[in-house]
C-alpha cells in the first residue's frame, strides 16, 4: 500500500508542476470553454519596493478608443498590495520575476525568456524599446535574479536528458549548466531556481534515484556544495529563499493537502505556515511578509485563487484580491 501512495503522491506532485507551468505559460488553451472571465491568480512576485506584486492573471481592459468595448488581457498584471488596484502590464507571458533593483522584469513567452525595463511601476509603463529575447532555442521558463542582477538562473532542457537549470548574464551570453554531471550522479530533473540579489544559495528541486518525489536542496552560484535539505514521502515543490537567505519557503503535500511551509536555509525548523490549499508563495523585500494564492475547495472552477497576505509567521492572514 505504501508503494501504491507514493506511486500516486508523485503523479499528483508532477500534474501540480505541469498544471502550473501548462497554465501559465498558455493559458488559452486549459482554459474550460465556459469559463467566465475575470480569471484568478498566480505566479506571484513581489517589487522591491514593496507596494506592487505582480501576478498572472485575465480580465478585460476597455481599449484605448472607447470605454464601451473590451477584451480580454490574459498575462502579467500589477496588483497594489495597499488598495488592491489591479493594472495590465504584458500579455500572453507568464513567470514575471523582479530584479534585485526593480528596474526590470525577466518573464517566459513561448518557451524563452525575455526581459524589459520598468519605467514607471506605479502607472505600469514599460520601455517599448527595452524588450530582449534572451534564449532562443529549447524550453526555458522559471528565471531568477541573482548575483546583484549582473546573472539570471532558470531552469531548461537544453543539452541534458532531464532538465537542469543553467546560469547566463542579463544580456543572456556566458551560458553556464550548473549541473553538467547530475546525470552520471543519478539524480533526474534538476529544476525551479530561487536565488536573490546575494547570490549566495540557489535553493532549487531535485529527483534522486532514491525518492520517488522532488526534494529541496541548495547549491552555490556555480554549482558546487550541494546540500539536500528534504527527504520524505510527498511532494516538495517551487522553494523561494528569503532575501536575507536565511529562510525557505515552498510548497508541499507532505501535511496531506497542498500548503506553504517553512524552514531553514539549512533544513532545520520545518513548519507549515498557510492554511491548506494555500501556493505561490512570494516574500515581501523586507521578508517580513508573505503574499500567496489560496484557493477554495468549494468551487470546481479552474485556477480559482485569490491572493492573501500575511506575516512571515503565518500570523495575521488578510485577503487582497475579492474577484469571486
Not at 488598495?83 to 526593480?102: F, Q, R, T, Y
Not at 556566458?174 to 549541473?179: E, F
Not at 531556481?193 to 532549487?204: Q, R
Request: aromatic share 10%; net charge negative; charged share 20%.
Amino acid at each position: 500500500m505504501k508503494s501504491v501512495r507514493k506511486y500516486l503522491d508523485r503523479v499528483k506532485g508532477i500534474l501540480l508542476l505541469l498544471f502550473t507551468l501548462l497554465s501559465c505559460t498558455e493559458p488559452e488553451s486549459v482554459v474550460p470553454e465556459d469559463y467566465t472571465y475575470p480569471a484568478y491568480f498566480g505566479s506571484l512576485a513581489w517589487h522591491p519596493d514593496g507596494v506592487w506584486l505582480a501576478a498572472i492573471h485575465s480580465d478585460s481592459v476597455s481599449h484605448h478608443d472607447s470605454a464601451n468595448v473590451k477584451s480580454k488581457f490574459t498575462g502579467v498584471w500589477l496588483i497594489n498590495t495597499t488598495s488592491s488596484e489591479k493594472i495590465p502590464l504584458l500579455m500572453n507571458v507568464s513567470h514575471p520575476a523582479w530584479s534585485s533593483d526593480g528596474k526590470w522584469l525577466a518573464f517566459v513567452q513561448s518557451g524563452n525568456i525575455h526581459k524589459v525595463r520598468i519605467d514607471s511601476i506605479d502607472e505600469g509603463i514599460l520601455d517599448s524599446n527595452s524588450f530582449a529575447q534572451l534564449t532562443n532555442s529549447y524550453v526555458n521558463t522559471l528565471p531568477t535574479w541573482g548575483n546583484t542582477d549582473e546573472f539570471i538562473y532558470y531552469d531548461t532542457d537544453r543539452g541534458s536528458t532531464y532538465y537542469t537549470i543553467w546560469k547566463m548574464n542579463s544580456s543572456g551570453i556566458q551560458l553556464h549548466n550548473l549541473c553538467h554531471n547530475c546525470d552520471s550522479l543519478g539524480f533526474g530533473d534538476v529544476r525551479s531556481p530561487s536565488t536573490n540579489g546575494n547570490g549566495e544559495s540557489i535553493v532549487h528541486i531535485r529527483y534522486t534515484n532514491d525518492t520517488d518525489f522532488p526534494e529541496i536542496f541548495t547549491m552555490s552560484e556555480m554549482g558546487e556544495d550541494v546540500q539536500r535539505l528534504t527527504s520524505d514521502d510527498d511532494s516538495d515543490l517551487y522553494p523561494k529563499i528569503s532575501n536575507s537567505n536565511d529562510k525557505i519557503l515552498w510548497s508541499s503535500n507532505r501535511g496531506g493537502g497542498w500548503a506553504l511551509w517553512l524552514m531553514d536555509i539549512d533544513g532545520g525548523n520545518v513548519r507549515q505556515i498557510s492554511p491548506d490549499n494555500g501556493v505561490a508563495g512570494a516574500w515581501s523585500p523586507d521578508d517580513n511578509k508573505i503574499a500567496y494564492v489560496l484557493h477554495s475547495t468549494s468551487k470546481a472552477v479552474y485556477g480559482n485563487g485569490e491572493i492573501w497576505i500575511m506575516d512571515a509567521d503565518g500570523r495575521n492572514r488578510s485577503r487582497l484580491t475579492f474577484i469571486g
